[in-house]
């Protein structure tokens, strides 16, 4: 039997299983992926989340990804432009983008390293349950049929989470989708910082990743989200057009990769615990693309529901105050940042009421 099982093994479950790991639990790590492999992903990690990364003994990894440091973030709206100021006194601004490929590899195998035992290509298919308690689960690789329990499984498996779906975590504050984004890769743009452009009816941002790529997402109200998809290549092109100092050097490039888009970016908090089972990540708190905030959430939760459950099993408290208390420390620091980027779907914001905003997403985002 295992103290925990970890349905998820990216950015959100990874971490948590690493750090149970190193807490002596004996964790096991499920996956539906192999790894290295890629997922739709906004790929940004602000300075908060470096700092975990940092913490975590794993940044090195990261840098000798071949995935440059990004010392700035420059806001442009229309011929207006500015940068968050910094919130964490002397310390340099350093953020990274790198590719998931890359990233959840690095996650992955620091969970192992630290005890925890990684199943990959391992579906979840039901979970077990006693007197209405999540006591384990049940699934297999291909067709074998396997069982698994634990003290406590955790649900780090996205927003469509099987977990979540299986306890009926309860929903709260939802805001449906409201906007829609394609990205794809380019090559010859020698981008050196962050850039994210407003404009009336759409937004683009461009950030450089591993191996010299430069990321540029486009998007716009998610009832453009059809008439884009018929012509991906066309509209994103046009797209990049309403933000010319961007678009200017895009022909000076090449593109590299396919086109990937979605317009499901909804918004939500899910009650993250329950009776044998807790959430983590997308699967307990969602928020559109538009903020890049979903790594470095899914980092700064990944640590307090480890510390919770540690508090739990050691008996410091009981485990359900602790998973409270879990739950009440994210949705005190996410709520600001949850308001900010809800508050950029509703339409056109004036640059006087953006910029102090963002002003406050800095010193939100510095809890993190």
Same mark, same amino acid.
């Given at each position: 039997? #295992?103290?925990?099982?970890?349905?998820?093994?990216?950015?959100?479950?990874?971490?948590?299983?690493?750090?149970?790991?190193?807490?002596?639990?004996?964790?096991?790590?499920?996956?539906?992926?192999? @790894?290295?492999?890629?997922?739709?992903?906004?790929? @940004?990690?602000?300075?908060?989340?470096?700092?975990?990364?940092?913490?975590?003994?794993?940044?090195?990894?990261?840098?000798?990804?071949?995935?440059?440091?990004?010392?700035?973030?420059?806001?442009?709206?229309?011929?207006? $432009?500015?940068?968050?100021?910094?919130?964490?006194?002397?310390?340099?601004?350093?953020? #990274?983008?790198?590719?998931?490929?890359?990233?959840?590899?690095?996650?992955?195998?620091? $969970?192992?390293?630290?005890?925890?035992?990684?199943?990959?290509?391992?579906?979840?298919?039901?979970?077990?349950?006693?007197?209405?308690?999540?006591?384990?689960?049940?699934?297999?690789?291909?067709? !074998?049929?396997?069982?698994?329990?634990?003290?406590?499984?955790?649900?780090?498996?996205?927003?469509?989470? !099987?977990?979540?779906?299986?306890?009926?975590?309860?929903?709260?504050?939802?805001?449906?989708?409201?906007?829609?984004?394609?990205?794809?890769?380019?090559?010859?743009?020698?981008?050196?910082?962050?850039?994210?452009?407003?404009?009336?009816?759409?937004?683009?941002?461009?950030?450089?990743?591993?191996?010299?790529?430069?990321?540029?997402?486009?998007?716009?109200?998610?009832?453009?989200?059809?008439?884009?998809?018929?012509?991906?290549?066309?509209?994103?092109?046009?797209?990049?057009?309403?933000?010319?100092?961007?678009?200017?050097?895009?022909?000076?490039?090449?593109?590299?990769?396919?086109?990937?888009?979605? $317009?499901?970016?909804?918004?939500?908090?899910?009650?993250?615990?329950?009776?044998?089972?807790?959430?983590?990540?997308?699967?307990? #708190?969602?928020?559109?693309?538009?903020?890049?905030?979903?790594?470095?959430?899914?980092?700064?939760?990944?640590?307090?529901?480890?510390?919770?459950?540690?508090?739990?099993?050691?008996?410091?408290?009981?485990?359900?105050?602790?998973?409270?208390?879990?739950?009440?420390?994210?949705?005190?620091?996410? !709520?600001?940042? #949850?308001?900010?980027?809800?508050?950029?779907?509703?339409?056109?914001?004036?640059?006087?009421?953006?910029?102090?905003?963002?002003?406050? @997403?800095?010193?939100?985002?510095?809890?993190?």
């Amino acid at each position: 039997m #295992y103290d925990a099982i970890v349905v998820g093994a990216r950015c959100a479950g990874s971490p948590t299983a690493m750090l149970l790991a190193r807490q002596g639990y004996r964790v096991l790590l499920l996956d539906k992926s192999s @790894f290295p492999s890629d997922i739709m992903s906004t790929h @940004f990690i602000h300075p908060p989340g470096v700092d975990h990364l940092r913490r975590w003994g794993v940044l090195d990894a990261v840098r000798a990804s071949n995935c440059p440091p990004i010392p700035k973030v420059n806001l442009h709206f229309g011929d207006l $432009a500015f940068s968050p100021p910094a919130v964490n006194g002397a310390a340099p601004y350093e953020a #990274y983008c790198p590719r998931r490929t890359v990233l959840d590899k690095i996650l992955v195998d620091a $969970a192992v390293a630290a005890g925890a035992e990684l199943r990959e290509s391992f579906s979840v298919r039901e979970l077990a349950t006693e007197s209405g308690c999540v006591m384990g689960v049940r699934g297999g690789i291909g067709s !074998t049929p396997v069982s698994e329990r634990a003290r406590i499984v955790i649900g780090a498996d996205g927003m469509r989470s !099987t977990v979540a779906r299986a306890v009926k975590a309860p929903t709260y504050r939802e805001i449906p989708s409201a906007t829609f984004a394609y990205y794809t890769y380019w090559s010859g743009l020698d981008l050196q910082e962050g850039e994210i452009y407003f404009g009336e009816d759409s937004g683009a941002l461009a950030f450089p990743t591993n191996d010299g790529l430069t990321c540029i997402p486009v998007g716009g109200p998610s009832e453009g989200f059809h008439a884009f998809r018929s012509d991906i290549e066309g509209n994103y092109l046009q797209a990049l057009t309403a933000f010319p100092k961007l678009a200017e050097r895009v022909p000076d490039g090449k593109r590299e990769e396919r086109f990937i888009g979605t $317009a499901d970016m909804p918004n939500f908090f899910r009650k993250p615990y329950g009776p044998g089972w807790a959430l983590v990540g997308d699967a307990g #708190y969602h928020k559109d693309f538009v903020t890049g905030l979903g790594i470095t959430d899914a980092f700064r939760d990944a640590e307090l529901l480890a510390q919770a459950i540690d508090d739990g099993f050691a008996g410091r408290r009981p485990l359900e105050e602790a998973l409270a208390s879990y739950e009440q420390q994210r949705n005190e620091i996410a !709520t600001p940042l #949850y308001e900010l980027t809800t508050s950029l779907l509703s339409g056109p914001v004036e640059l006087a009421h953006l910029a102090p905003q963002f002003v406050g @997403f800095g010193l939100a985002l510095a809890r993190c």
